[in-house]
Structures are given as structure tokens and as C-alpha cells.
């Protein structure tokens, strides 16, 4: 059948209506009633909203919605019309848990707030969905050039195009937080690496779940494997919020971090034919609900990993420290343990003459029939040492030159009691410092006595700060500068940063029979979940295993002593 020109000029001008009307009803239409304010305009250029206080009306574009009851109580929109002015952010954070997705386009009544230093509006009194609308995440790049900060994109979504490497898990199990830098890994200020920390600051971003409950059913990034230090990611796209201080990324997409720091199974070779090993253990008391295990299980499971990461060590002489100061009962615990890993007697312990009267003390283990002691242990008497040092001489049993182990824990950084000369001098190395100096000057005139000294410990002093300078400057020589690359030069994190506070100095006749020097990351890098705690920690992720064994990694050298 035929159509007449009239029938079919009328079927064409129908379907072209209806075209226009579907591509009308496809793009999104303004809300009905006007809104008083840009986003922008309740932002404002500055770090608080310009019309706090006040009750305003916005239009946007919902582009996260964490309204459940264990999120954020709230939604993000963001204006799809900005304005010219790059310090004005154009998103927001909506406290409403008014029913509303992703894409909808919305017009938001309520008052302008800044809470803990985001501006949001709360209370709302008005969220009405007219349409919907989309909007891309804008491009950002870390550091911020010219030394602008990320407030000019507070509520807004975003993307990190750039490689993003994980440098703090600490609060991952707790609240769901991890925190990423662009350029790697960051080092503190006063280890050696030429970081500064404004540089730190600016290349870190730290990464929300959504969420402020604590102890989340679903521990973000822990699938299939628990995220470790120095994995990576690409892409990272979400909403920039502020909360507790900080500029938080609540991802809208999720992340999947590369196992670019896969886990060493075992330490790298150090050579020789004698090891030594300088090992934190992370307060290991035999007595429970002190400063280790809480309870009869906790110890058991600390003592499992303690055992699977000096196996692994497969040092000839263990350097311990953090361990619980009454008498051998803690040591030999471990030694039991140790031996009943590696085979009957292997392992024996040195005991501390002089163990001070901390709640812990070092300590000194030795396999039998590699190396056997010269002499009795000796200490030091001086007041300063809370924890005094540990000495003996050692020589192969198959014979050999003989050498001096001397095991330290100098101060902790902690402030508490902290006065004149001991306070914080804000120079980057905490409190106490003039006291650890002094650690290190008695340790240096100690050791100028003793036949090849190789003085290890948890120093508490990162590698350019005073106390290992007083040592360095006394004749002694650290060895993991000499032979670990600069990049794996750390043995613990703290607030994101990697350091070295765990080392190795031999006197430098010693130190030209180091055969080699090698930091195991089986802890710094590994997420407290993994730990043998069990308050807060899932158990599907304990293992008997090396991993999270302590926070402090092991240090290892080898010597050529025959």
C-alpha cells in the first residue's frame, strides 16, 4: 500500500515531535523553584562557609549517596554549572538520609553548617528530586601546585589518575582508613632520605570507607588479600569530605591496590659464617593483662608468630628487646618455644646481669653449637640506661675471631615526664632526645673497650638524628647503610612515615668482616589486623605465621669470622 505525500509529511513530523520530546525528557530539566545560592557561594573561597548559620537552597547533582545507618548519615551534590573561580569548591555534603541515588538531580533546602570543619547542610528540611543529571570527576593530581590544598575540592568527586602507594594501614580495621601518597613510599624528615615533611603532607591523601562506625563488618581492602605497605593503585575516584582534622577521599568506585611490596618469604642473604639478629618483640610477657597478651590465647598466639619469625631469622645470635623483665621466665618461655620449632638445645639464652627495674629488659638468645660465649655478660651501671645494655662476647665454636654483642633499647620518643633538655625541641626527633644522646655517648665509650663491638638495637632514633650520630661519631659504623638500598632502609612506620629506628653498628674493625646487612618487612608493612590480639581483630585473618609478628621489623647481618 501506498502512502500519499500528506500521510507520510504527517507520520515524519509525529516521529520528529517525539524525537524532540525524548531528547527533552533525556537531558535534565532545573528544579522548579530557583535556588538562592550556589554551592559555590555557600563554600566560599576560605577553609568555612561565608553564610554559615544561614538557611540556603541549592541545585545539584547527587554524586555519592552514604545514607545507611552505618555510613555517613548523608549524600554529595555537586553543582554541574560551576563557577570561574578555582578556590571555590562546587560540592557539598547534604546530613539528610532523605532517599536519594546517585545521578538524581536534586534541590537541597537547609542550613549552612561547618561541622568539624566541613561545610554540609544540616539541618535539611527540603530534598526534592526534579531530574537527573551526571557529573564527571575532575582530574587531580598530587602535589597540588603552588601550594594550594585540597579545600578548593571539599565535596567534590574526584579522580587520581597518577600511581597512589598504601603508607599507613594503622586505623584499616578500626574505622576503616589507610592512607596513600603519590611518588611511594614516605620516609621521615629526620632519616636520611631528604624528605621534609610539608613535602610528605602534600603527596598524602588519607582513604575513608564512607563511614565513621568503628570496627566495620567489612574491613575495606582486605579482599582477596589484606592490603600491605607499598602495594598501589590507579584511578583512585571518589568524594573529598573533612573530618577529624584531615582531607578524606570517600571512594564512590571501588580501589584494588597491586601487590607492587609482595611479602618477602624469607630475609635476603647475608653471607658469612655467623649471623646476628636484632629483633623488637613487641612486649612479650609470660605474665597476662600486662603490657603483652591479655590472655591465654592472645599468648599463644603471639608466641606462635614470635617463633615462626625467629625460625625464619635463622640468626646465630638473636639481640631481643621488649621483653618482659622477670628474670629468665620470659626468655626461656621463648626459647622452649624456639627449640621446639627448630630441634631440642639449639637455642640458649644469654642471662641479663643487670636487667634494670623496667616493666621490660633486653635480652640475649645464641644457638649452641655455632657460637659459644667468651667470657660472663656484662651490663653497664650508668643511671641514664632505663634498660640497661646487654653484654657478651662470642667466638664461632668451630673457632675464629671473636666479637662483642651489645644489645640496646634506648628511650622511647613518648613525652610523658618530659623536661628542660628532654622535652620536644621541634626538631623532629620527639622528646627525650638529649637523654637517648647520652644512651648512645655510654654505649659508644662501652663499646671502645670491647674486642670487635657490634652494638644493635631498637635505638629509638631514626638514621640522622643525634644519638645515632653520637655513635657514628664515636668510631662505630652502620651497616645497613652500607649494604641495604635506600629505598628498604626502614624498620618501622609511624603516622604513614617509614624509619629506621632498629640498627646495626659494628666498631670498623668488625665492620670489615660484615659480609652483609638486610632490614626482613614481615611487620612495618603489615597491617595491625594480622596481629596476635584479638579485641577488634577478625579472626579469619590471624595466622600462625612471621607476618605482623611485632611492629618493628628484624635486622639481620652476616660476619666472617673464620
Same mark, same amino acid.
Given at each position: ?26 537531558e ?21 562557609s ?14 555519592a #549517596? ?10 554529595f ?9 578555582p578556590?571555590?569548591s562546587?560540592?557539598i ?10 545521578g ?22 527540603a530534598v526534592?528530586?526534579?531530574g ?5 570527576p ?15 575540592y ?42 621534609t ?6 603527596r ?26 607499598g ?46 639478629a ?5 612486649? $612479650? ?28 631469622? #635463622? ?7 621488649e ?100 622535652a ?40 640522622a ?26 624498620s618501622?612506620?609511624? #603516622? ?16 670489615r ?6 632490614? $626482613? ?23 600462625? #605465621? ?17
Open positions: 500500500m501506498r502512502r500519499t505525500a500528506a500521510a507520510l509529511a504527517t507520520v515524519l513530523t509525529a516521529g520528529l515531535a517525539a524525537g524532540v520530546q525524548a531528547a527533552q525528557a533525556a535534565p530539566e532545573p528544579c522548579g523553584t530557583p535556588a538562592t545560592h550556589q554551592i559555590a557561594q555557600v563554600q566560599g573561597a576560605g577553609s568555612a561565608p553564610v554559615a548559620g544561614q538557611t540556603v537552597r541549592v541545585e545539584g547533582v547527587v554524586t #549517596d552514604f545514607q545507611g545507618s552505618d555510613q555517613l548519615k548523608g549524600f551534590v555537586q553543582d554541574p554549572t560551576p563557577d570561574a573561580d578556590a571555590t562546587d560540592g555534603f547534604v546530613y539528610s538520609t532523605k532517599e536519594v541515588k546517585a538524581d538531580r536534586v534541590l537541597v533546602t537547609g542550613k549552612a553548617v561547618e561541622y568539624n570543619g566541613l561545610t554540609e547542610l544540616s539541618p535539611v528540611t526534592d528530586v526534579c537527573t543529571g551526571r557529573i564527571a575532575a582530574s587531580v593530581r598530587l602535589p597540588l601546585r603552588g601550594g594550594a590544598t585540597l579545600e578548593r571539599e565535596g567534590v568527586l574526584v579522580r587520581f589518575g597518577q600511581r597512589l602507594t598504601a603508607t599507613e594501614t594503622y586505623q584499616l580495621g578500626r574505622y576503616g582508613e589507610m592512607t596513600v601518597a603519590a611518588g611511594g613510599r614516605t620516609f621521615q624528615p629526620t632519616d636520611g632520605h631528604g624528605a615533611q610539608a613535602a610528605n603532607d602534600a598524602s591523601l588519607l582513604i575513608d570507607d564512607g563511614s565513621n562506625v568503628q570496627n566495620p563488618a567489612t574491613i575495606p581492602y582486605t579482599d582477596p588479600r589484606v592490603v600491605r605497605l602495594d598501589s593503585a590507579t584511578g583512585l575516584t571518589g568524594v573529598l569530605s573533612y573530618g577529624f582534622d584531615t582531607y578524606r577521599l570517600q571512594p564512590t568506585a571501588a580501589a584494588r591496590f597491586a601487590r607492587t611490596n609482595p611479602r618477602p618469604v624469607r630475609p635476603r642473604a647475608v653471607g658469612g659464617d655467623v649471623r646476628v636484632s629483633f623488637n618483640t613487641l612486649n $612479650w610477657f609470660t605474665t597476662l593483662d600486662k603490657r603483652g597478651a591479655d590472655s591465654e590465647a592472645e599468648k599463644e598466639r603471639q608466641l606462635a608468630k614470635l617463633t615462626a619469625a625467629l625460625k625464619g631469622l #635463622d640468626a646465630d645470635v638473636v639481640g631481643l628487646m621483653v618482659e623483665n622477670n628474670g629468665e621466665t620470659a626468655v626461656q618461655a621463648l626459647v622452649d618455644r624456639l627449640n621446639a620449632a627448630v630441634g631440642a638445645g639449639t637455642y640458649a639464652s644469654v642471662p641479663h646481669p643487670n636487667p634494670g627495674t623496667d616493666e621490660i629488659h633486653v635480652a640475649l638468645i645464641y644457638k649452641v653449637k655455632k657460637v659459644k660465649p667468651v667470657g660472663a655478660a656484662r651490663s653497664s651501671a650508668e643511671p641514664v640506661f632505663e634498660r640497661p645494655p646487654l653484654v657478651q662476647a662470642f667466638k664461632p665454636a668451630a673457632g675464629g675471631t671473636t666479637f662483642t654483642v651489645i644489645v640496646n633499647h634506648f628511650k622511647s620518643k613518648g613525652c610523658t615526664g618530659a623536661t628542660g633538655a628532654d620536644d625541641q621541634g626538631d623532629g626527633q620527639g622528646c627525650f632526645n638529649a637523654r637517648r644522646v647520652t644512651q648512645a655517648k655510654a654505649v659508644s665509650a662501652l663499646a671502645a673497650h670491647e674486642q670487635n663491638p657490634l652494638v644493635l638495637g631498637d635505638l629509638n632514633s631514626y638514621t638524628e643525634d644519638p645515632v650520630k653520637a655513635l657514628t661519631s664515636g668510631g662505630l659504623v652502620g651497616q645497613t647503610e652500607r649494604f641495604v638500598r635506600p629505598a628498604d632502609r626502614y618501622y612506620v609511624f #603516622d604513614g612515615q617509614s624509619g629506621e629506628l632498629d640498627h646495626v653498628l659494628a666498631g670498623k674493625g668488625l665492620s668482616r660484615v659480609t652483609g646487612a638486610t632490614i $626482613w618487612h614481615i611487620n612495618s608493612d603489615e597491617a595491625t589486623i594480622l596481629d596476635y590480639n584479638t579485641e577488634y581483630n577478625p579472626p579469619a585473618f590471624y595466622k600462625p #605465621d612471621a607476618f605482623r609478628s611485632s611492629d618493628h621489623d628484624p635486622v639481620l647481618v652476616g660476619l666472617h669470622l673464620r
